[in-house]
């Protein structure tokens, strides 16, 4: 437990700024698997649908600090190949 009122407050913020990091971390994930069980199915409408707002998660994450950059960057790379991939298939 802390012992001074700087080492609660910072426990305070500490506790704030992880639930923040989850919400959007959790919500980044279910965009993306949003996605990917479109691709899955072979619904690529849905798939494309749901491109722009996982995107957005993402960016929003990383811009925000609760994931790294270059994951985001990643995340971002590798769902946009998987559409790009099905939407070629598909032709």
């Known amino acids: 437990m802390a012992n001074h009122k700087s080492a609660e407050k910072r426990n305070r913020q500490r506790i704030k700024r992880r639930a923040r990091n989850q919400y959007r971390i959790s919500t980044l994930r279910t965009y993306v698997k949003r996605v990917r069980r479109a691709l899955a199915d072979g619904d690529l409408a849905a798939a494309e649908a749901t ?26 790379s590798r769902i946009t190949a998987a559409v790009a991939k099905a939407r070629a298939a598909t032709k």
Do not use: E, F
Request: charged content about 20%; proline content about 4%; aromatic content about 4%.
């Open 51 to 76: 491109l722009p707002k996982a995107i957005s998660a993402i960016g929003k994450a990383a811009t925000k600090g609760a994931i790294h950059r270059n994951t985001a960057s990643r995340y971002v």
